[in-house]
């Protein structure tokens, strides 16, 4: 084997498989479940790797989560453009709503509290619009900061400090803890 | 209670995130030990950020991280072995799989890299207009109410284009949804003329570029389309409408 394709395996070894955990989850995020979400990133970390030699080994993250969000609109555009918007529909946020009542009627265990919470804070995420969701988990659960969030999505930071706040209010009321 | 300026807001979450600098925070967090109304929209969105934080992590099964480090050529326990023990590989079997590889790995970069034209544009756009035609539902959001329209797109894409009721010209708002174009969710407006569909696609321009274009007709995929660019929006029209309605359609709407 060339030494320069032992020198891109290692790379992607150490670069990609590391991450692989954040990718899923943007993944899951932005197709809505998480069969796709690994076809999705299968399908990144092949790009990710043609790509690998001529990556300048900066934010290292950021870099593969760009590709996992470029390859998430590309297979959603081919497979389902319209089921994009549908998933966390009012009447599944109600849904959702009404499962964590039911949990806490039937059994008041912690973990049991703790796995509706997850529901309802999963369905509120799901139903925000597009960019703002979108922004609000590249930065409260991939952890990026502003300033990768804005290079990736070639947007101000600016607006993605005002979509992210929007994000931020709107599942606060969702989650009945309305800011202001 | 006090009402926060709409800075205050964004300062308030960038803090909470630690993005700003001493300079900014230390000013910022001495206002809000004075403020009770900052003080408590500074708690909200720290409470807020720790009850994401307390989401299970995402899970990566073995089974799958294998596959992911297989990509790179399989160097996985199993894969090694089978690496090192060239000798037995069939030698003309590997030279066409190297070639079939590199042919792969070209088409691969190609697509990664190849640059959208709009003629690939007007694929999709024709793709979702017959989609919403073979639908149960032509629009995610049913009313000729453009005041209900309108507001729609801003909630659910925090854009909008302007959405003009046509009933008077013959061509009534039926409602609108959200088509996927170039990778991005772009507003899709649906008019009805008789029994025919027309879907108006409005793609935002970038920031700073405003291009102003003609409107020039085109068939795309058996059917009449019209492409314009006018006030920050590209738009494209689209129907089995005849080609001199569909651009009566156009001219309704002002397109210039």
Known sequence: MAHSDEAAAERFRHIVVPHLADALSLARWLTGNGFDAEDVVQEACVRAFSAIQSYDGRGERAWLLSIVRNTCFTWLAKNRSRNLVLMGTPAELSEAQGAIHEDLALDPEADLIRKADVTLIEAAISSLPQPYREVLVLHDINDLSYKEIAAMMSIPIGTVMSRLSRARKQLAAQLGQATQ | MKRISPADHLLLHALADQE???????????????????????????????????????????????????????????????????????????????????????????????????????????????????????????????????PWFDRKLGLSPPTIDLAGEG???????VAVVAGNAVPALVY????????????????????????????VDGYNTVHWAAGGFKYWAISDLDADELESFVTALGAR
């Open chain 2, 20 to 150: 700003l600098d001493a300079a900014a925070a230390l000013p910022l967090e001495a206002r809000i030990e004075t403020d009770p109304a900052l003080a408590d929209e500074y708690a909200r969105i720290v409470a807020l950020k720790d009850r994401l934080k307390g989401l299970p992590k995402q899970e990566v099964s073995q089974d799958f991280a294998a596959r992911i480090t297989a990509i790179a050529g399989g160097k996985s326990s199993s894969g090694r072995a089978r690496i090192l023990s060239l000798d037995h590989v069939d030698w003309r079997a590997l030279a066409a799989c190297l070639v079939l590889t590199a042919l792969l790995a070209s088409a691969g970069t190609y697509l990664v890299t190849a640059p959208r034209s709009d003629a690939a544009i007007e694929d999709e756009i024709a793709n979702d207009h017959h989609r919403s035609l073979l639908a149960s539902s032509q629009t995610d959001v049913l009313s000729s109410e453009r005041h209900t329209v309108k």
């Open chain 2, 171 to 177: 061509f009534p708002l039926v409602g609108g949804r």
């Open chain 2, 192 to 219: 009805r003329r008789r029994q025919h569909l027309i879907t108006l696609v409005a793609m935002p321009q970038s920031a700073g570029q405003d291009q102003v274009e003609t409107p020039h007709a085109m068939v």
